[in-house]
């Protein structure tokens, strides 16, 4: 679970982790950091990455294919084709 914290893979995660209020992470006109775009409804799931609207990462088949859940390190698991914090699987 460390790892989550400590090297996150998905885009979403790291986005996520991003967003989160601390001091002096505010803009020049007060915002937070945040994930653009729109959150998927439950009920029409895409047969692709959900978060692929919303992905800097995203290309041609995240938008077109569902990434399976991998093992990437010892208990760490992700579900994206294009994990690492820098674009770059580990």
């Not at 989160?20 to 020049?28: N, S, T, W, Y």
């Not at 915002?31 to 998927?40: A, F, S």
């Not at 995240?62 to 994990?83: D, K, Y």
């Amino acid at each position: 679970m460390h790892d989550l914290y400590a090297r996150p893979q998905h885009p979403y995660t790291i986005g996520l982790l991003g967003a989160i209020p601390r001091p002096g992470a505010a803009d020049e006109q007060g915002r937070l950091r945040e994930i653009p775009g729109r959150v998927p409804s439950l009920a029409e799931l895409p047969g692709a990455c959900a978060f692929a609207p919303r992905c800097p990462r995203a290309d041609d088949r995240t938008r077109s294919e569902l990434p399976e859940l991998r093992e990437i390190g010892p208990e760490h698991l992700v579900a994206c084709f294009h994990p690492g914090q820098n674009g770059a699987a580990p």
